[in-house]
């Protein structure tokens, strides 16, 4: 278990988190998400014993960093967003001093060092140096020197950056079965990777928390309305834009453009859906029915999370 | 101190993976050599003295320490690794000394393969082996001081370069300080506590052969200061 109470940490005069509370449950993925400089790494620094905070506590098992950083440190696995080797070891050499550097002996350590080797996919690399790895390579054999002592606290810096995609749905495999057993803290940029694999996300925008919750909550908190991507043939030409608003509880048109006479492509913002309400989609399609229209493409379109930042921005400076 | 083998045993393995180690031991060996049979023209001189051949030690070391420690924390910030290194659960004490260690093993590497050149010396004429174990004894002492001032420097410095160049001027000043002394006719008081912070001042009696308990105090005590300053560095940057 994790748990933040209004930490605050400085660099050199500039305050990087401004009171950030926060409490992460065992058996849980937490996703910490925000543009650059938003604080996500400084607290997981922080919640590793690199840095110590200026002010307010951090519990690590209920463990503050600051008092007894080593027994912190022995609880958590972390994987840093610079993924740190050391380039002129080999691969099972550098993971040797880690399971060295955690004390890890006999029998428990052959197993802890497969176990690992194994769920990163890394046994076809052991012996070669780390400054001959790829990228993906690298990123494994850091988040395998992560989880090799099994730790019950992992802290993970953009794990699946590098990675390709069949690597990447690996890693959050790994990663959300870890999160059963174990607390986890992951820092994104990816909207997908937080509803893929957290229990909870909280969003951070200059050091403060700008939002949190289930991923599924905050979407749709954050939505205020549905857009529709539509693609429209009609029988006849002469089709204009005006007959968009035809469509029932239509909010607004994003966009509208026509491919042919008879074929068009168009953006659309209807109201939330409110439970056991018809569906968008549906009200659209059963609208195109009726005017004699035939829907070639319906798409709901997913708000991005930069698009998400912005709003949070704006409603923070409307505020 | 299991922790401590630990990250000397990584930083040997990575010492000895790169060729940068073997490079700098060779250098001094050759370097050694040459002085000898070379420079001091030991053959002319006709004497089975190697007092000159100490001497020379301490201002040798001014620039193989800092060849061998440069790396040490300088390497670690430029890759990262220092990060990992700060988050596994090691004490900062402990890894000061685990780098000190690693380090002073391959000093003290490098200045037992020299043991040979005395030794094909001592053919020619009569050695006191108690004299050569006083000197190589007193040898080791000096670069215990000298690496952990050079491990110390690398814990400040940004890269290796700055390391090396910091290291050996900070050195070079320890070591020449009781030659400045001297050369500027500076005597009394002041010349005598300066002399004392001399890192060949303290050697002097060693090179003849001649164990003193407050030399060796010296350089354990100098050791024992700079490694505190590198240790309690690393946690002072954590709240900063």
Partial sequence: MIELRELRKSYGGVEAVHGVSFVA???????????????????????????????????????????????????????????????????????????????????????????????????????????DLSKGYRQRLGLA????????????????????????????????????????????????????????????????????????????????????????????????????????????????????PNVFSAEIAMPPVKAGAMEAGEAIFDWAVASGLKVLELERRRLSLEEIFVKLTQEGEGR | MKNVLTIARRELKSSFNSPVAYAVILSYLVFMGIYIYFIRGF???????????????????AFLIPALTMRSWAEERRLGTYELLLTLPFAEGQLVLGKFLS???????????????????????????????????????????????????????????SAFVGSVLVLLLLVLVDKITSFLGAGGIFASVLNWFSLAFHFDSFSRGVLDTRDLAYYLSAAALFLYLASWGLTRRKWS
């Fill in chain 2, 103 to 161: 380090s002073f093993v391959l000093a003290a590497i490098a200045i037992l393969l020299t043991i040979p050149v005395p030794l094909m010396a001592s053919l020619l004429g009569s050695f006191d082996s108690g004299v050569l174990a006083a000197q190589y004894l007193g040898v080791l002492f000096e670069a215990a001081a000298a690496v952990a001032i050079g491990e110390w420097i690398s814990s400040l410095a940004k890269n290796q370069v």
């Fill in chain 1, 25 to 131: 449950e065992t058996g849980s993925v937490l996703g910490l998400l925000g543009p650059n400089g938003a604080g996500k790494t400084t607290i997981m620094k922080v919640l590793t014993g690199y840095h110590f905070p200026s002010s307010g506590e951090a519990l690590v098992d209920g463990i503050d960093v600051a008092e007894d950083p080593v027994a912190v440190k022995r609880r958590v696995g972390y994987l840093p967003e610079s993924v740190p080797l050391y380039q002129d070891l080999t691969v099972s050499e550098y993971l040797d001093f880690a399971a060295d550097a955690r004390g890890l002996e006999g029998d428990t350590r052959a197993q802890a060092l497969e176990r690992a080797i194994g769920a990163c996919g890394l046994s076809g690399v052991r012996r070669k140096k780390v400054e």
């Fill in chain 1, 145 to 260: 020197q992560a989880i090799l002592h099994d730790p019950p606290i992992l802290i993970l810096d953009e794990p699946t950056t590098g990675l390709d995609p069949n690597q990447i749905i690996e890693i959050r495999e790994l990663i959300r079965s870890l999160g059963q057993s174990k607390t986890v803290i992951l820092s994104t940029h990816i909207l997908q990777e937080v509803e893929a694999i957290c229990s909870s996300v909280i969003i951070l925008n200059e050091g403060r928390i700008a939002a949190q919750g289930a991923p599924s909550e905050i979407g749709e908190a954050l939505k205020g309305e549905e857009r529709i991507r539509l693609r429209l043939k009609s029988a006849s030409s002469g089709f204009d834009q005006n007959r968009l608003s035809g469509v029932p509880g239509i909010r607004s048109i994003a966009s509208f453009q026509a491919e042919s």
């Fill in chain 2, 43 to 61: 053959y002319a001189a006709g004497q089975a003295d190697l007092r000159d051949y100490f001497t020379i030690m301490p201002v040798v070391f």
